[in-house]
């Protein structure tokens, strides 16, 4: 299959640029996120309130198990590549694109988000060793890392779709 994964952190960019990438490359865009939010007819933050982190790790293996649409970009949570069995799905079923932001930055975009509950439950602290932990996982599963330190939402976009192009051949 020939789907465009955007991975990476809590605020890396994921949802803002897949969206725009999307327009670019004339695509269908799909958040995760928001698919859950329409699936299940609940806030994030509600689901891991009144179910759990667990419950919802399982609606997202759930979401790439049974997706079925090709040709497309799917912007994850920044959870996802916490399962071996959602990293194979999605390297196995596409082009997988980490954005990978410096922690510094990512902090001043999420800190005071409200509807991101892993954030509202956890310091500053606990949110860098996240980072860190989940670092590895993110290098593994994608095909392209993509810096996005100095560039703006446009620049990367404009680079995710030449790099994608590149890695396909045309
Ligand atoms: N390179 C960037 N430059 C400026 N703002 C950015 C950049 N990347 C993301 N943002 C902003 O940071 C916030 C979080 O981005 P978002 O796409 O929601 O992250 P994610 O989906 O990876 O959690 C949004 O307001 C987005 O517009
Ligand atoms: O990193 C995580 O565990 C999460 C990231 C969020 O998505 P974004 O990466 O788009 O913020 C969302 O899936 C949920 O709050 C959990
Ligand atoms: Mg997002």
């Given at each position: 299959?020939?789907?465009?994964?955007?991975?990476?952190?809590?605020?890396?960019?994921?949802?803002?640029?897949?969206?725009?990438?999307?327009?670019?490359?004339?695509?269908?865009?799909?958040?995760?996120?928001?698919?859950?939010?329409?699936?299940?007819?609940?806030?994030?933050?509600?689901?891991?309130?009144?179910?759990?982190?667990?419950?919802?790790?399982?609606?997202?293996?759930?979401?790439?198990?049974?997706?079925?649409?090709?040709?497309?970009?799917?912007?994850?949570?920044?959870?996802?590549?916490?399962?071996?069995?959602?990293?194979?799905?999605?390297?196995?079923?596409?082009?997988?694109?980490?954005?990978?932001?410096?922690?510094?930055?990512?902090?001043?975009?999420?800190?005071?988000?409200?509807?991101?509950?892993?954030?509202?439950?956890?310091?500053?602290?606990?949110?860098?060793?996240?980072?860190?932990?989940?670092?590895?996982?993110?290098?593994?599963?994608?095909?392209?890392?993509?810096?996005?330190?100095f560039r703006t939402?446009?620049?990367?976009?404009?680079?995710?779709?030449?790099?994608?192009?590149?890695?396909?051949?045309e």
């Amino acid at each position: 299959m020939n789907r465009i994964y955007m991975i990476g952190f809590m605020g890396c960019g994921k949802s803002a640029v897949g969206r725009r990438l999307s327009f670019l490359l004339k695509l269908p865009f799909y958040d995760m996120d928001k698919e859950i939010v329409r699936q299940t007819g609940k806030t994030i933050p509600e689901i891991f309130e009144e179910h759990g982190e667990e419950y919802f790790r399982e609606l997202e293996t759930k979401f790439l198990q049974n997706f079925k649409n090709d040709h497309c970009i799917i912007s994850t949570g920044g959870g996802v590549t916490m399962r071996k069995a959602n990293q194979k799905i999605m390297r196995n079923t596409g082009l997988v694109l980490f954005l990978d932001a410096p922690f510094r930055e990512i902090w001043r975009r999420i800190h005071r988000d409200p509807n991101r509950p892993i954030v509202r439950q956890s310091t500053r602290e606990e949110i860098e060793e996240l980072h860190k932990a989940r670092y590895r996982d993110y290098k593994q599963t994608a095909h392209i890392t993509i810096r996005t330190e100095f560039r703006t939402l446009r620049q990367i976009t404009q680079y995710a779709a030449f790099q994608v192009k590149r890695l396909k051949g045309e």
